[in-house]
Nanobody
């Protein structure tokens, strides 16, 4: 099992940037596929971004493509989500997630495919 502790988030204005970080401990991080999801009030948890265990393959939801960047640092056991040009519709609680990967070419976009979750962090974008 992996323990995920998130940091970052907060209240920003539209157009601002923000970085979320997720620190992992437990299972070998270097073989973990990581993802970011978000959940707005009254809505289902939705996929934001994913990165495979090599860090060479990333994937983004259409709604954040070109604005958000996912990255990982295996030396620090962290995965970050850098968010730019934030919009009010990006307001949500953001979660990082982890699962073991056995294939260097795959990543995962469905919440049910992840085993471990961070505690969530609020991102609020005012207009």
């Amino acid at each position: 099992q992996v323990q995920l502790v998130q940091s970052g988030g907060g209240l920003v204005q539209a157009g601002d940037s923000l970085r979320l970080s997720c620190a992992a401990s437990g299972r070998a991080f270097s073989r973990s596929c990581m993802g970011w999801f978000r959940q707005a009030p009254g809505k289902e948890r939705e996929f934001v971004s994913a990165i495979n265990w090599t860090g060479l393959t990333t994937h983004y939801a259409d709604s954040v493509k070109g604005r958000f960047t996912i990255s990982r640092d295996d030396a620090k056991n962290t995965v970050d989500l850098h968010m730019e040009s934030l919009k009010p519709e990006d307001t949500a609680v953001y979660f990082c997630a982890s699962r073991t990967c056995y294939d260097a070419s795959v990543y995962f976009t469905a919440a049910y495919e992840y085993l471990d979750w961070g505690q969530g962090t609020q991102v609020t974008v005012s207009s």
